[in-house]
């Protein structure tokens, strides 16, 4: 049994990358590579045997008081509709709508 394959990108502090899952990944110059999606995503831009940590994950950018503002403004909107206006999920507008509830800054909803 061997054990499964990890990612073999250097990364800037000389130590490998070892994250999984891996892909092969034939990187110009260096030749095939055993390489994580991050990593496999860095030499897809880059070209090259990549040298630093791959990025993560984008986080959401926290919601600004604009934002907030517009909920604020459409408590009975469906988060449907706003949310392709803010450029958010429809998720994260359900969520950031009972966040502002439970801190008290939105209302419940009327009419029901
Ligand atoms: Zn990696």
Not at 12 to 34: E, K, M, N, Y
Not at 55 to 74: F, G, N, R, T, V
Not at 90 to 111: D, E, N
């Amino acid at each position: 049994m061997s054990p499964s394959p990890s990612c073999e990108a250097p990364t800037i502090s000389g130590a490998p990358c070892r994250r999984q899952p891996v892909t092969l990944v034939d990187v110009p110059g260096h030749g095939p590579a055993t390489l994580c999606g991050g990593h496999a995503n860095h030499v897809r831009h880059r070209g090259a045997m990549p040298t630093t940590p791959p990025p993560p994950a984008a986080p959401h950018p926290p919601w600004s008081a604009e934002e907030d503002a517009i909920l604020l403004a459409h408590p009975d909107e469906p988060a449907k509709a706003g949310a392709p206006q803010l450029g958010r999920s429809v998720y994260a507008v359900q969520q950031r709508r009972a966040k502002l509830r439970r801190t008290g800054r939105l209302g419940l909803p009327s009419g029901s």
